[in-house]
DNA sequence: AAATATGCTGGAATCGTTTCCATGAACGGC
DNA sequence: GCCGTTCATGGAAACGATTCCAGCATATTT
């Protein structure tokens, strides 16, 4: 298709153009030491010939390719494409590349996924992990810098640093917000993966010495028609159901678009808050209060993370925040 | 940190293992030919010692990258991140991985990227433009094989194919409805890079019959604040207008939040349509009407292109649709 | 049966870089 | 003035694959 005439410029044609051995190209390109005379000719040389070293070479020899592998369960999620927005502004700042994989939450893919990474001799990933140890085991042996964002693996791997959110403040204050107006009755809409918020609803609801009505829990997959699925069964199911919190913006979006469906008002018959806040969550009716996610910051510390060369915190928790609007009333019987 | 002790199993201990040649084990796992038992005990070999070729070496010796390079102007708006998903959804079923870069609608940021992308030999690219021809000229003289996304650059490059929603024919219809509804002052609240639909839009006007005004067609930035400036700036500047058109869904955000601020009411007030449909535009007070974008297609044919061997079409145009929810009424003059 | 065609095979070159190592020059201390 | 140290330098060996090419065995043709 493309003749692409002129064969791209090597370090060799640098040296010979520049009456240098490769090796000294080599050094002064990437900062060693070289003589002050042999440097600038070097430097000119490689501006006149427009040089720009292949990372194809480089990476073979490093025998690793430069840049972040970043896997997200679903870069169409506001969330996570805050998240990746995060990791992209911060390699963009070392100059690395990031190459991205959708895992749909889905180990098997995500596995595939790292398969392709593994063969890239990716070294550095960023991953929302959705299977456990076993999927990851391989990873960590062959020697990848691997930080988990916005949650652990199921499986404890302590050796992995992980940038979360503080999951368990979000709850307990949107928990301790709702039993204030009055609710007894609370149902947690999670989606599959989401067992630390699931952890901090419960113990927060019992911290308060509510009980914990396990059928309270409804668990959805990661698409829209499960959400949609689980928030319209949930809603019919319990009628009794006063006060819904939503793990996460999609299952909240399901949340609004069923309870509107089913002719449940909100707040007037159910109050709701959703984890994660997101542009439209102002423009909804009504304007939604939020447990609002540094998802843009966990990205970007992620990327700190793991291109950081020296030692790393097991563990950064970054802040959420409880943004209060018009979809909590005070509790009213459903019927 | 990682002593990662055993060393990566390569082709030659394939071969040496299996006692044949490096040559004929590549042949065998790249689908060349050779006999029925060499394969078979080739293949049983390299399974054994759970051998996967290296990228790199492949990549070096084949003088470019496997893989996508995708640009886009900011992934964390849902029209670019559906884009994205479509892309990465095709690249996953070719395996082939996906580096994304985020420009900022900015040629210098997009240049920058380019830069990378051709130091990491990348040979396919598809992109959103933000630059004009003296951008990409290099990039194609590099031999790069290149696929505009959802617009084209600004300069005239015919060789680069595109892949286009068929914004003149939804500009088209969104302009006929309002003027079926009575309005005729309407403005447009585009962002720069937009000159397309812009000329769209005055060309529909045009051929309706309507006066078009300059000052009604308003740009902004990508940025959300520059959007909302934008926005305020029209209702207030112009208090005649009836209805407005934006150009994306960032700047709809904008308008819905900007009315409601100047107590502009939707639809009685002004009308609102939106490009793109966005899921929150049926939970937005009131429905939105939009012009529907097929994003992920654009993202999945774009994909298929620049994957695709043979000789391309040099442009595939998408259908848009306009649905028609609640933020359009019949004109009423605003004071 | 000789000549030619066909097909499988492995050695070696190649891709573009980094880095080890040997070389030689300059330099300072005794 | 000699020796040890430091420093810049370039040749050459990796890195791990693909692929050209020559060699050889077997099948086909005359």
Redesign the pocket.
């Known amino acids: 298709m493309n003749g692409s005439g002129q064969?791209?410029?090597?370090?060799?044609?640098?040296?010979e153009a520049a009456?240098?051995?490769?090796?000294?190209?080599?050094?002064?390109?990437?900062g060693?030491?070289?003589?002050a005379?042999?440097?600038e000719k070097v430097l000119a040389t490689a501006a006149r010939l427009d040089?720009?070293?292949?990372a194809?070479?480089?990476n073979?020899?490093?025998?690793h390719t430069g840049g972040i592998g970043l896997l997200v369960p679903d870069i169409t999620d506001s969330f996570y494409a805050r998240l990746a927005d995060g990791v992209l502004s911060c390699a963009r700042s070392y100059g690395e590349p990031v190459t991205v994989g959708v895992t749909g939450d889905d180990p098997e893919r995500e596995s595939e996924l790292i398969g392709t990474l593994i063969e890239q001799s990716m070294d550095r990933v960023i991953a929302v992990p959705s299977g456990d140890g076993e999927v990851w085991d391989p990873v960590l042996r062959a020697g990848v810098n691997v930080v988990f964002a916005s949650r652990r693996s199921d499986l404890d791997l302590p050796d992995v640093p992980a940038v979360l959110a503080d999951d368990r403040d979000g709850v307990r204050t949107a928990v301790e917000y709702l039993t204030g107006l009055g609710h007894r009755k609370i149902a947690f809409l999670a989606r599959r993966g989401q067992s630390q918020r699931v952890a901090a609803f419960t113990g927060a609801l019992t911290a308060l010495g509510v009980p914990v009505e396990d059928e309270l829990v409804v668990h959805a997959r990661a698409s829209r028609d499960s959400a949609y699925a689980a928030a319209a069964g949930l809603l019919q199911r319990h009628p009794d159901v006063t006060a819904v919190l939503t793990g996460g913006n999609i299952l909240g979006e399901a949340a609004v678009l069923a309870a509107r469906e089913l002719d449940v008002r909100v707040p007037r018959d159910v109050s709701l808050i959703m984890f994660d806040d997101v542009p439209w969550a102002e423009l909804c009716s009504p304007p939604l209060t939020v447990i609002a996610q540094p998802a843009q910051d966990i990205g970007y510390r992620s990327a700190e993370l793991v291109l950081r060369q020296g030692r790393r915190p097991r563990e950064v928790v970054l802040p959420s925040e409880l943004v209060v609007r018009a979809s909590c009333g005070p509790r009213r019987p459903r019927r």
Chains 1, 2 share one sequence.
């Open positions: 064969r791209r410029t090597t370090i060799k044609d640098v040296a009456g240098v051995g490769v090796a000294t190209v080599s050094r002064v390109l990437s060693g030491s070289a003589s005379g042999t440097r040089y720009h070293p292949s194809l070479g480089r073979l020899r490093r025998r």
